[in-house]
T-cell receptor, first 112, second 121 residues
Framework: GIQVEQSPPDLILQEGANSTLRCNFS?????LQWFHQNPWGQLINLFY???GTKQNGRLSATTVATERYSLLYISSSQTTDSGVYFC??????????????FGRGTQLTVWP | GAVVSQHPSWVICKSGTSVKIECRSL??????MFWYRQFPKQSLMLMAT?????????EQGVEKDKFLINHASLTLSTLTVTSAHPEDSSFYIC?????????????????FGPGTRLTVL
């Protein structure tokens, strides 16, 4: 399988602060997704980003596929950003095709 | 687009009973659905991959006779936890692979249901 490591495991911020979450993966990937899991457990797609850079409002993400990492940037954080952020990848060969391998997540807490 | 629902959202049952969880893709057809399990404060673990019209593929260590998966149509997959025990208590989440590339540019994107919290007494 593919190993996915996320850092930091926990992050506590004051409202308005910026943050960077990192995802390292151990093999070539053809899919990388960032998710936000809200307190009720719902996984919300943030980005599909196997390579390159994307932005959506206060969130942006960059994946450097050749160096096997992705970054999620959260700017001007709000209390509603609290929750767990997961990175998940799928490979481009054999048994790694089509299935997602999840990291352990980053627990983000934003205080007012 | 690409909405996935699950039912029920939570269930409490007695030890020894069976529980069925439904996963539906509401606005697209999904040839492949996935079932995950998540324990508190942990990541998602893939249990099985469900392909419409064929047998599910289970991950190593997942008992196929205990976790029965049926993907009878392009919009519905079910997970039945048979003879449930307290150690089966967990958060079960399904996802469906969307064939629609318009939103993300890829047909490999998975969309997740809201999850089902199972508590076995």
């Amino acid at each position: 399988g593919i190993q996915v490591e996320q850092s930091p495991p926990d992050l506590i911020l004051q409202e308005g602060a910026n943050s960077t979450l990192r995802c390292n993966f151990s093999d070539s990937v053809n899919n990388l997704q960032w998710f936000h899991q809200n307190p009720w457990g719902q996984l919300i797609n943030l980005f599909y980003i196997p390579s390159g850079t994307k932005q959506n409002g206060r969130l942006s993400a960059t994946t450097v596929a050749t160096e096997r990492y992705s970054l999620l940037y959260i700017s001007s954080s709000q209390t509603t950003d609290s929750g767990v952020y997961f990175c998940a990848v799928s490979g481009n060969r054999g048994s790694t095709l089509g299935r997602l391998y999840f990291g352990r997540g980053t627990q983000l807490t934003v205080w007012p | 687009g690409a909405v996935v629902s699950q039912h029920p959202s939570w269930v409490i049952c007695k030890s020894g009973t069976s529980v069925k969880i439904e996963c539906r893709s509401l606005d697209f057809q999904a040839t492949t659905m996935f079932w995950y399990r998540q324990f508190p404060k942990q990541s998602l673990m893939l249990m099985a991959t469900s392909n419409e019209g064929s047998k599910a593929t289970y991950e190593q260590g997942v008992e196929k006779d205990k976790f029965l998966i049926n993907h009878a149509s392009l919009t519905l997959s079910t997970l039945t936890v048979t003879s449930a025990h307290p150690e089966d208590s967990s958060f079960y989440i399904c996802s469906a692979r969307s064939p629609w590339s318009g939103r993300t540019g890829s047909t490999d994107t998975q969309y997740f249901g809201p999850g089902t919290r199972l508590t076995v007494l």
